[in-house]
């Protein structure tokens, strides 16, 4: 290609193509009547009078970039060099020069594939460098005004609040108190909450049923700045199990973008079914457990005699469990804690397929929190305890034929869960005690990513007990 007497503009246009051309933003100027390679500029179209600073208008100009004016060195420019610039946006936020966005490879990619016979870019010096600084260029603009700043991601504070929980709650396993395990678990959640750096509402509490402490419903938590939360708090989930010193005991918190998390009024129950990745979308609890035994075991490529079903072990559920047993799929009775029996169908390591039965509609919202981190399902029917607590939940619009999805328990695709041992069980270890430490660990998790992390940490108890203000 003779580029010889040829403007940077028609340089450009030819190397870039016709189809590279409608790729380019709006704001994006290629001058057809400049010869300095360094007048492309960004920004929308502007007089005469904002070209140049005053002075020599050829040698020394200043370009307003989105947020940023550059000031533009043409002789500095073109022996390779950056210009200088005067930014007024955080500089950390912009890509370095050089960096190659994946938006803009295919950009690049063609205005490489034109440059074509005579390799016109050592003649205009439009090495590979500068080139992707010229792409980089090019979008600045955009970069500059289209740049978001992400949202604050909660989840490694959330774990604070449930390690601090644990640890307040581990000192009452096996001395049979419910009552006291649960009271100091929810004082230590509470004063971390608090830190925090959310506004938040307690929409589902926990309490109210077992008459015990509790952060109530409808209490504000967090340090009151953005962002604007719902919170779904369990101290304990495994009250029981705690004063008894039974596996499984866990601290639970999960938080949603306000307005998203299922409210479920007076219906402390709710009938149950979930599921993890594998399975999700095969479900149906209007159908009988049967069929959705052979749902899953065909989802996930299994005979129904391989799967095992976790369900609580209560009065209510035995026709439940001799109907699964009938199936041939095995049954594993838990005393208490169905959060964990929800979570447990997501985590390869416990062991369990599916979750069947009645269990506490708060402790089902929770679960869909972590399941929609997780990729698994759950879907519920609300099952009032009696006509006084069913006609007041229709008094106050409840449609309790309708299936509650996860979506529906949990909207939208930014939600968090953490959760940390009380007591060693099938997904968690619990607390462990020694000179003057104690070790925890946790789950913590995130919808929008789908990462689920496993944190083990080591507490010095002096040091965190004056930090925290908690006594542990």
């Given at each position: 290609?003779?580029?010889?007497?040829?403007?940077?503009?028609?340089?450009?246009?030819?190397?870039?193509?016709?189809?590279?051309?409608?790729?380019?933003?709006?704001?994006?100027?290629?001058?057809?009547?400049?010869?300095?390679?360094?007048?492309?500029?960004?920004?929308?179209?502007?007089?005469?009078?904002?070209?140049?600073?005053?002075?020599?208008?050829?040698?020394?100009?200043?370009?307003?970039?989105?947020?940023?004016?550059?000031?533009?060195?043409?002789?500095?420019?073109?022996?390779?060099?950056?210009?200088?610039?005067?930014?007024?946006?955080?500089?950390?936020?912009?890509?370095?020069?050089?960096?190659?966005?994946?938006?803009?490879?295919?950009?690049?990619?063609?205005?490489?594939?034109?440059?074509?016979?005579?390799?016109?870019?050592?003649?205009?010096?439009?090495?590979p460098s500068l080139l992707a600084g010229a792409v980089h260029e090019l979008r600045c603009g955009a970069m500059i005004a289209n740049s978001q700043k992400p949202d604050r991601?909660?989840?490694?504070?959330?774990?604070?609040?449930?390690?601090?929980?644990?640890?307040?709650?581990?000192?009452?396993?096996?001395?049979?108190?419910?009552?006291?395990?649960?009271?100091?678990?929810?004082?230590?959640?509470?004063?971390?909450?608090?830190?925090?750096?959310?506004?938040?509402?307690?929409?589902?509490?926990?309490?109210?049923?077992?008459?015990?402490?509790?952060?109530?419903?409808?209490?504000?938590?967090?340090?009151?700045?953005?962002?604007?939360?719902?919170?779904?708090?369990?101290?304990?989930?495994?009250?029981?199990?705690?004063?008894?010193?039974?596996?499984?005991?866990?601290?639970?918190?999960?938080?949603?973008?306000?307005?998203?998390?299922?409210?479920?009024?007076?219906?402390?129950?709710?009938?149950?079914?979930?599921?993890?990745?594998?399975?999700?979308?095969?479900?149906?609890?209007?159908?009988?457990?049967?069929?959705?035994?052979?749902?899953?075991?065909?989802?996930?490529?299994?005979?129904?005699?391989?799967?095992?079903?976790?369900?609580?072990?209560?009065?209510?559920?035995?026709?439940?469990?001799?109907?699964?047993?009938?199936?041939?799929?095995?049954?594993?009775?838990?005393?208490?804690?169905?959060?964990?029996?929800?979570?447990?169908?997501?985590?390869?390591?416990?062991?369990?397929?599916?979750?069947?039965?009645?269990?506490?509609?708060?402790?089902?919202?929770?679960?869909?929190?972590?399941?929609?981190?997780?990729?698994?399902?759950?879907?519920?029917?609300?099952?009032?305890?009696?006509?006084?607590?069913?006609?007041?939940?229709?008094?106050?619009?409840?449609?309790?034929?309708?299936?509650?999805?996860?979506?529906?328990?949990?909207?939208?695709?930014?939600?968090?869960?953490?959760?940390?041992?009380?007591?060693?069980?099938?997904?968690?270890?619990?607390?462990?005690?020694?000179?003057?430490?104690?070790?925890?660990?946790?789950?913590?998790?995130?919808?929008?990513?789908?990462?689920?992390?496993?944190?083990?940490?080591?507490?010095?108890?002096?040091?965190?007990?004056?930090?925290?203000?908690?006594?542990?």
């Amino acid at each position: 290609m003779n580029t010889r007497g040829r403007t940077l503009g028609a340089v450009v246009r030819q190397l870039l193509g016709s189809v590279a051309q409608q790729r380019l933003p709006p704001y994006v100027a290629i001058p057809p009547d400049v010869h300095d390679r360094t007048a492309v500029r960004c920004g929308p179209p502007r007089s005469a009078a904002h070209t140049s600073s005053g002075t020599d208008a050829g040698s020394r100009g200043q370009f307003r970039i989105g947020g940023a004016v550059e000031v533009v060195d043409h002789e500095h420019r073109l022996a390779g060099r950056r210009p200088h610039v005067r930014q007024r946006v955080d500089a950390r936020q912009q890509p370095w020069f050089g960096e190659i966005t994946s938006a803009d490879a295919a950009l690049l990619s063609d205005f490489q594939s034109h440059a074509g016979h005579g390799n016109p870019r050592q003649q205009y010096g439009l090495g590979p460098s500068l080139l992707a600084g010229a792409v980089h260029e090019l979008r600045c603009g955009a970069m500059i005004a289209n740049s978001q700043k992400p949202d604050r991601n909660l989840a490694m504070e959330l774990v604070r609040v449930t390690e601090s929980a644990a640890l307040a709650a581990s000192r009452w396993v096996g001395r049979g108190d419910k009552n006291g395990a649960d009271g100091a678990a929810v004082d230590a959640m509470r004063t971390v909450l608090q830190t925090v750096p959310m506004d938040g509402i307690v929409v589902i509490g926990e309490g109210e049923k077992d008459e015990a402490p509790m952060l109530y419903n409808g209490e504000r938590v967090g340090d009151g700045t953005a962002p604007l939360t719902d919170v779904a708090v369990d101290p304990i989930d495994g009250t029981t199990l705690t004063a008894l010193g039974r596996a499984n005991a866990i601290a639970v918190i999960a938080v949603s973008e306000r307005g998203t998390m299922f409210n479920p009024g007076p219906c402390v129950y709710m009938h149950k079914i979930a599921v993890g990745p594998e399975a999700a979308g095969s479900i149906d609890i209007t159908a009988t457990p049967t069929q959705n035994l052979r749902w899953i075991a065909k989802a996930k490529g299994e005979s129904v005699r391989d799967l095992t079903v976790v369900i609580l072990d209560r009065d209510r559920h035995t026709d439940l469990i001799a109907e699964v047993r009938s199936t041939g799929a095995r049954v594993k009775l838990i005393t208490d804690g169905d959060i964990f029996g929800a979570i447990a169908t997501s985590w390869p390591e416990a062991g369990v397929d599916v979750l069947f039965g009645i269990g506490g509609t708060p402790e089902g919202v929770t679960a869909a929190a972590a399941l929609k981190c997780m990729g698994g399902e759950i879907q519920g029917l609300l099952a009032p305890r009696n006509d006084q607590e069913r006609d007041e939940a229709i008094a106050l619009g409840y449609d309790l034929s309708q299936v509650l999805t996860t979506d529906i328990l949990v909207k939208g695709d930014n939600c968090f869960f953490a959760a940390t041992g009380v007591t060693d069980g099938e997904l968690l270890k619990g607390v462990r005690y020694l000179h003057g430490a104690a070790n925890t660990q946790s789950l913590v998790m995130r919808s929008r990513s789908g990462t689920v992390r496993m944190i083990d940490a080591r507490h010095r108890i002096d040091k965190l007990a004056a930090f925290a203000s908690v006594e542990y």
